[in-house]
């Protein structure tokens, strides 16, 4: 197992953003040769996938990986052999108050699943320290350094609260690492009106309010319409998509540093942005290929990217294939870090009887109900939506939407919208006029 030391770590975090680009861009290539030589020798099944690339290591010579196939052959993908998918999964069952590390020396998380097919990962502790210098050192830099601490400031957060969610199991181990300061933590559900939030939010008062894109900027304006009475330190946006237009929304509101950070699972901190909405590429640690959907460079928008993370020698994410859009833009500072554009899809807000509500609602149902493949919802007045969709051929289209609808009614009149009904339709999906993709929601309450 590779490992260092957290000042080691930091030190190189440090000295990363010191180098011109063409310098880091040097490293960057002889982290990749190292990481190579290693996998191959230590992971069966990098050593079969790299079997004709020769000593002169280069980063287009090595094949691309997906999801799929690396899932296939977990046990032959990990470096050691002592490790397996079986052993992953019972370490990530454990009791929350279990702060064991798996075999004595990793960590493990696992992806949401959203696909239904959620993506374990291992990460050791050269990983962990290098991408917790990159978070103190560059996301967090010039803020207090206990400010996220509860037994010092007052932290809500906005996010699923399913059991199955990395994010919420998280909270959880929060909670148990600080006993003595669970009355200084809330986890509010990215499920719920926002009218609802709000009151629990004025409630609790936090100092740190973290979540998705969605539903800060929604909260930003009942913070703006003064209906949202909290003073904060900090706002904090992760997992979603966060525009210029949402980041300048949220700055203003609520008069404080707003900070976002594009990470993932599997390829750990890539971008992040501070007292800006630039996102700045991670560069010297995570390699990130913009790429057409046959896998060639490009330089616009991309149909995916290519991630590898220099620093996971446990469970390596070399030239891994992710369907996020981006377009990364050189800096005319030599020494600064690349911006990186993000292109995704952004995630909008509507109202079902009296209620406000983000779509995140119908994603985090419809994404994983078997035998679904695209959908849409579509506003038919004030209290109807009708859900359209795309179904796996070998499905029956009427069972599988109608099993999705009668699943979001019962969600909507759980959570404070009695009067919501929710039909479906066969028909074809509304397109975008514009083009693009396929909106997640179409408002048809003034008619077709």
């Not at 609790?204 to 969605?214: E, Q």
Request: aromatic content about 8%.
């Amino acid at each position: 197992m590779k490992t260092i030391s957290y000042t080691e770590a930091v030190d190189l975090v440090k000295r990363g953003e010191t180098l011109t680009h063409s310098e880091r861009l040097k490293i960057q290539n002889e982290r990749l040769k190292a990481l190579v030589n290693y996998v191959r020798e230590k992971s069966p099944y990098f050593k079969e996938l790299y079997a004709e690339v020769g000593e002169e290591i280069s980063l287009e010579q090595l094949p691309p990986t997906e999801k799929k196939t690396l899932l296939e052959n977990y046990d032959n993908w990990v470096t050691d052999r002592d490790l397996n998918k079986e052993k992953v999964l019972e370490y990530l069952g454990r009791d929350i108050h279990d702060n064991s590390l798996l075999l004595g020396k990793y960590t493990a998380l696992k992806t949401s699943g959203s696909t239904g097919n959620p993506l374990v990962m291992v990460r050791d502790d050269y990983h962990n320290k290098i991408h917790g210098a990159l978070v103190n050192e560059r996301l967090m830099r010039d803020l207090d350094p206990q400010i996220l601490n509860p037994s010092k400031y007052k932290i809500a957060t906005v996010i699923h609260t399913s059991p199955g969610a990395s994010s919420y199991n998280g909270y959880l181990r929060a909670l148990a690492a600080f006993p003595d300061y669970t009355h200084n933590m809330m986890a509010l559900s990215v499920l719920e009106d926002i009218e609802t939030i709000v009151e629990k939010l004025n409630e609790f008062k936090p100092d740190v309010l973290t979540g998705y894109a969605s539903s800060l900027i929604l909260l930003a304006r009942e913070k703006k319409e003064g209906r949202l009475k909290i003073d904060l330190k900090l706002v904090c946006n992760s997992a979603e998509l966060l525009t210029e237009e949402g980041y300048h929304q949220l700055s203003e509101a609520f008069g404080c540093r707003v900070i976002n950070n594009y990470c993932m699972t599997e390829g750990g901190e890539i971008a992040m942005a501070n007292g800006s909405h630039a996102m700045l590429l991670n560069e010297d640690w995570v390699i990130v290929e913009p790429v057409d959907a046959d896998l060639n460079p490009i330089s616009e928008f991309s149909d995916g990217i290519l991630i590898t993370d220099l620093s996971n020698y446990v469970q390596p994410i070399i030239r891994y294939h992710v369907g996020d859009r981006v377009r990364i833009l050189p800096s005319t500072d030599e020494t600064a870090l690349p911006e990186l554009k993000i292109a995704g899809r952004t995630f909008s807000s509507f109202t079902l009887g009296g209620k406000t509500y983000t779509t995140v609602a119908i994603v985090t149902k419809a994404e994983v109900w078997p035998g679904l493949l695209n959908y849409q919802v579509v506003q038919r007045d004030d209290h109807t939506l009708e859900l359209r969709g795309v179904v796996n051929a070998s499905e029956d289209a009427d069972s599988v939407l109608k099993g999705l609808a009668e699943a979001l009614e019962g969600y909507f009149h759980e959570n404070g919208c009695e009067s919501a009904k929710i039909t479906y339709s066969t028909e074809p999906m509304v397109h975008n006029e514009k083009g693009g993709k396929i909106p997640l929601y179409v408002d048809k309450r003034n008619g077709d």
